[in-house]
């Protein structure tokens, strides 16, 4: 099993005001009770990275800043967009690629997905692939091929520098935000067949979180049936107890305790 990594995805919450009140809060849990074996990553919105990254360096608080997002480009006349370079400045170490909110709101294509992916890794910054397929495709049992798709169509060719940074998230859309979780057999038969492409890839160590109403109920079976190497959270983790119970769900299975 692969050291666990939990990651925050605040979305478009917390004003940089309330977000340093959140990392606040998580950097006094965090001294309180230790994660020992436990990558921990908040993902504010990009106004807030800033502040964030004050708090955390100020306050020693034992977690990584990421981003959300970041453009396929790394400078240049895009109106509205935030590169690699710049996050990295501000001490940025994970990077959220693809996630199923950009790809369909945001125009993310595959060939994007795969570009700015490498745009990431190119300046030594991890790299969090989302995949996941929507409920019609899992209703026609199309969700295996579905996501073997979009990990070829990221990760293929990909050099062996860049391949150590990569994490794959694999985050059914109809079970983000919605309170549905899938189930344990569910991820678990995902993220087997996850590993075996990695594997056709060279990517055989890679990460393999799940995402996708995970809460601090469910985190534990998730990890522990869903064999998965951590969580991407996003409703659970605006509220620091609820981050970090997941966070020591994922410390407990890791150390053998559940
Ligand atoms: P959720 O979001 O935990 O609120 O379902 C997960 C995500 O979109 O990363």
């Known amino acids: 099993m692969n050291r666990p990594l939990v990651i925050g995805n605040w979305k478009m919450n917390l004003d940089y005001v309330e977000a340093v009140h959140l990392i606040q809060q998580i950097g006094v849990i965090v001294r309180n009770r230790p994660l020992e074996h436990v990558d921990l990553v908040v993902a504010p919105p990009f106004v807030d990275i800033r502040s964030v990254?004050?708090?955390?360096?100020?306050?020693?608080?034992?977690?990584?800043?990421?981003?959300?997002?970041?453009?396929?480009?790394?400078?240049?006349?895009?109106t509205g967009e935030v590169s690699v370079p710049m996050l990295q400045r501000l001490n940025v170490k994970w990077i959220l690629v693809g996630h199923s909110e950009r790809r369909a709101h945001y125009a993310m294509t595959d060939e994007v997905v795969a570009q700015t992916l490498r745009t990431v890794t190119?300046?030594?910054?991890?790299?969090?692939?989302?995949?996941?397929?929507?409920?019609?495709?899992?209703?026609?049992?199309?969700?295996?091929?579905?996501?073997?798709?979009?990990?070829?169509?990221?990760?293929?060719?990909?050099?062996?520098k860049s391949r150590p940074l990569v994490s794959v998230a694999y985050e059914p859309v109809w079970a983000i935000g919605t309170g549905l979780t899938a189930s344990t057999e569910q991820v678990r038969d995902m993220t087997e067949h996850i590993r075996t492409v990695l594997a056709s890839l060279s990517l055989e160590a890679t990460r393999v979180l799940y995402g996708g109403s995970v809460n601090a109920?469910?985190?534990?079976?998730?990890?522990?049936?869903?064999?998965?190497?951590?969580?991407?959270?996003?409703?659970?983790?605006?509220?620091?107890?609820?981050?970090?119970?997941?966070?020591?769900?994922?410390?407990?299975?890791?150390?053998?305790?559940?």
């Not at 030594?124 to 026609?140: F, Q, S, W």
């Not at 969700?143 to 060719?157: C, I, K, P, T």
């Not at 049936?225 to 966070?247: H, T």
């Open 53 to 78: 990254t004050s708090v955390v360096e100020s306050e020693r608080i034992a977690l990584e800043v990421g981003a959300q997002h970041a453009s396929v480009h790394d400078a240049g006349a895009h």
């Open 122 to 160: 190119r300046q030594g910054v991890h790299a969090v692939l989302c995949v996941g397929e929507e409920l019609a495709v899992r209703n026609d049992e199309g969700h295996l091929d579905f996501v073997s798709a979009q990990l070829h169509a990221a990760l293929e060719g990909l050099d062996e």
């Open 217 to 258: 109920e469910n985190a534990a079976s998730l990890m522990s049936e869903g064999r998965v190497d951590g969580f991407l959270v996003g409703g659970a983790s605006l509220k620091a107890e609820s981050f970090l119970a997941i966070g020591q769900a994922a410390d407990d299975c890791y150390a053998g305790k559940r």
